[in-house]
């Protein structure tokens, strides 16, 4: 698969300590850097980068531009767009604190072959231990294409503030395995290592998160709840596991529970309304574009938030009358 790399950053030396450690690891890929500042400020002048700062979001998206937020690792839908309109047939993102694991090698090789088909559990045994009459012998699980491959980390683990503090006084495990995300079922999707097919792309929106919006640190969880009900919609299929990255920083453990407040208590609901939507569109824009129009959450945050849904999916193959209806209420 041709494969684009975007990776979102406001830190320079980060960023250039990042393209360094994965140098061989993505020498076959294009990788787009999106650094959230009103300029370029370091050199990533390798052939296969290319370096955008905020002034090229108002340049390529023009009216539009007010759905990719800044001040958040949000901006990195810019450069999935960017990969998108490119030609990529997969597209990675990464975070720029995320460094090569050296047990998952040839790692763009491991997203690809994780996206070429899963089984998901289709028969569930209502005994214990014996399988009872009517139970298939061999057929009970549902072989589906893969939209999506959530791939995990090492290191640093990523959990909420709060778990973060228990953490420092009760160890907790962080062990993972590769597995399906049966299908009806949600995921803590996070976005420091993600890999999905490019015609899912109109599903992968990273939403408006920052200190200009009412919430914070739940774009990529969001994404995943409203990219796996699409997935579910259509017959694709969620995986989760390797190839694992080495993840390295631990951001301050307070300042993200002052970000996250909010949204841990909106987190407790937004799945049941994305879950009470009922779906007929069957093409990626269509369905995330039913979602938007559908999602019967209606206070004025999450109104100006479906808003830019719409407008996201409309940027891609049609929708955009939908998308301008939607917009017009934000």
């Not at 640093?156 to 973060?164: K, R, W």
């Amino acid at each position: 698969m041709e494969s684009i790399v975007v990776v979102p950053t406001a830190r320079a030396a980060s960023a250039a300590d990042f393209l360094v450690e994965w140098e061989q690891e993505l020498r076959a890929a294009q990788i787009i850097i999106v650094e959230d500042g009103p300029r370029r400020s370091f050199d990533a002048s390798a052939p296969n980068v290319q370096h955008f700062a905020r002034p090229d979001i108002g340049e390529r998206l023009g009216d539009a531009a007010w759905i990719i937020p800044t001040g958040s690792g949000c901006i990195r839908s810019f450069g999935c767009w960017l990969a998108w309109q490119m030609g990529a047939e997969m597209i990675v993102t990464l975070d720029d604190d995320v460094r090569p694991d050296p047990n998952h090698t040839d790692f763009l090789a491991a997203h690809e072959r994780r996206l070429q088909g899963a089984y998901d559990p289709s028969w569930e045994s209502t005994l214990d231990e014996a399988k009872p009459r009517g139970m298939p012998y061999f057929e009970t699980a549902r072989e589906a294409p893969v939209a999506i491959n959530h791939g995990l980390w090492n290191g640093v683990p990523d959990f909420d503030a709060a778990t973060q503090l228990v953490s420092h006084r009760v160890p907790i495990s962080q062990r993972w395995s590769d597995r399906t995300i049966p299908r009806g079922s949600y995921l803590p999707m996070c976005s420091m290592n993600l890999a999905w097919r490019a015609e899912f792309t109109p599903a992968m929106y990273f939403l408006l998160m920052g200190p200009d919006y009412a919430f914070d640190r739940f774009g990529d969880i969001w994404c995943g709840v409203l990219a796996k009900r699409v997935a579910d919609h259509l017959g694709y299929a969620v995986n989760s596991g390797s190839p694992a990255v080495a993840h390295q920083r631990a951001s301050d453990v307070f300042a993200n529970l002052a970000k996250e407040s909010r949204g841990m208590r909106a987190n407790e609901s937004f799945w049941r309304a994305v879950d009470s939507v009922v779906l007929s569109e069957r093409t990626v824009a269509g369905a995330y574009i039913e979602l938007a129009e559908r999602l019967p959450l209606d206070d004025a945050d999450f109104t100006m938030l479906r808003g830019a849904m719409a407008i996201w999916a409309g940027l891609f193959a049609g929708g955009r009358r939908s998308a301008d209806r939607i917009a017009a209420a934000a």
